[in-house]
């Protein structure tokens, strides 16, 4: 059975920095593409960043692009959110994805699998 759990999540000031986790167990997703998702309140998820291994069709969003950076550790099985000059419009409940496809997806049905979320909160 496969489970994504993420970590990191937490209070952070306007402007300031953060690096939210996922690490996957029970299948690995070297060849697939793995991403981060965020719901705020009263909002639909939105998809935040996307990448394959190689690095290969590597997508952002258009509110987090130039601030937020995606990565991944092939030998950990995860891949991190590493959130820079952050905005109060970033609080959300932030989830990780992963997919059996191969191809980069910017909607939520392009994912086989979901973690459980961890909330990121911006303050003044």
């Known amino acids: 059975q496969v489970h994504l759990v993420e970590s990191g999540g937490g209070l952070v000031q306007v402007g300031g920095s953060l690096t939210l986790s996922c690490v996957a167990s029970?299948?690995?997703?070297?060849?697939?593409?793995m991403a981060w998702f965020r719901q705020a309140p009263e909002k639909e998820r939105e998809f935040v960043a996307g990448?394959?291994?190689?690095?290969?069709?590597?997508s952002y969003g258009a509110d987090v692009k130039g601030r937020f950076r995606i990565s991944r550790d092939n030998l950990k099985n995860a891949v991190y959110l590493h959130m820079n000059m952050v905005k109060f419009e970033d609080t959300a409940v932030y989830y990780c994805?992963?997919?059996?496809?191969?191809?980069?997806?910017?909607?939520?049905?392009?994912?086989?699998?979901w973690g459980q979320g961890t909330h990121v909160t911006v303050s003044s």
């Open positions: 994805a992963a997919s059996r496809g191969l191809a980069v997806s910017t909607m939520s049905s392009g994912y086989d699998y």
């Open positions: 029970g299948r690995a997703f070297t060849n697939n593409p």
């Open positions: 990448m394959k291994m190689n690095g290969i069709g590597t």
